[in-house]
């Protein structure tokens, strides 16, 4: 790699680095952890009875050597295991606006991935395109979250159709601890409802959807040469045609609709989001829904 190149992706970790950083603090700091809930509960303390509580959760041991009632306290086990499935096809380049797909996506689980720092949780990577292209298995730390956010600035968007599914399928295998998983792309390919499910049974599955404004509306511009960034199929079409621009965009809408429906099927979280808007806006929303449910 040519040291200009190295120079120009330090310079986007550190931008990424601070937009994070101060979204964290300005916007999710208290969404992120009352949204994600832990493994499980763990012991936290004993102390005397009380009248009210629970009548199990006498700890007869500390209770015979103190000669009064003690109970078992316990609190959710927070540390959670946070992972970012990532789809680096060459579909995520597009973008029509000041940024592709591709560096919307980055941005966002880059944002996140500070969340789960702040919250001292562990941390992996999966970029997959039309199979897994690197896996990086969650750790903690700091120097762990800058590194994945360079590997995801770094990578080149792979021109083959994506597979969702392959995707699904291989952290089914190597991650057998139950997990928050981020699902990331614009899911121009579908994912099965099977796939989607057995991944929401073992795991938190959030599907983070990207899209772009033109591609549910055309502009009228006269003909356009369109290439199909992964399968390479060339078409010519005529956009200052009603029809063209009504058909354009009913296939799109019925396209968005279709996937909503397959992940509202599964039962898995959807967060959409824009090139056209703030992604903190839509996570905000996302966090405030989620909380609301959980209450």
């Not at 086990?77 to 996506?105: N, P, Q």
């Not at 199979?131 to 762990?144: M, W």
């Not at 995707?167 to 792309?185: D, E, G, P």
């Not at 121009?188 to 033109?214: F, K, M, W, Y």
Request: proline residues 3%; charged residues 30%; positive net charge.
């Amino acid at each position: 790699m040519a040291e200009q190149t190295v120079a120009e992706i330090l310079r986007k970790v550190q931008r990424i680095q601070i937009v994070a950083n101060r979204s964290v603090n300005e916007l999710l700091a208290g969404q992120y952890r009352s949204v994600f809930r832990g493994q499980g509960i763990e012991f936290d303390e004993v102390r005397e009875y009380q009248p009210g509580d629970e009548i199990r959760m006498i700890d007869w041991n500390v209770t015979a050597r103190a000669g009064v009632p003690f109970i078992k306290r316990f609190c959710e086990e927070r540390e959670l295991t946070v992972m970012f499935l990532l789809d680096v096809s060459a579909s995520g380049a597009f973008g029509t606006g000041e940024r592709s797909k591709l560096d919307l996506m980055v941005e966002m689980v880059a944002l996140l991935m500070f969340s789960a720092l702040k919250n001292n949780d562990k941390v992996g990577l999966l970029l997959f395109a039309d199979d897994v292209q690197t896996y990086f298995p969650s750790r903690k730390g700091k120097a762990n979250v800058l590194r994945l956010i360079r590997e995801m600035i770094s990578v080149e968007p792979v021109p083959k159709e994506t597979s969702l599914d392959a995707a699904l399928q291989f952290f089914n295998r190597v991650q057998r601890r139950r997990s928050v998983v981020f699902l990331i792309s614009d899911f121009q390919a579908e994912a099965s409802r099977q796939a989607l499910a057995v991944s929401n049974g073992r795991h938190d599955l959030v599907c983070i959807t990207v899209s772009d404004p033109r591609e549910h509306e055309l502009p009228s511009v006269g003909f356009i040469n369109f290439r199909d960034a992964e399968t390479g199929e060339i078409i010519d079409v005529d956009t200052r045609s009603d029809r063209v621009r009504q058909l354009f965009r009913r296939q799109a809408s019925r396209r968005t609709e279709k996937v909503s429906a397959g992940l509202r099927r599964a039962c898995v979280d959807e967060l959409a989001v824009s090139t056209s808007e703030p992604y903190t806006t839509s996570l905000r929303r996302f966090f405030e829904a989620r909380e609301r449910r959980f209450r």
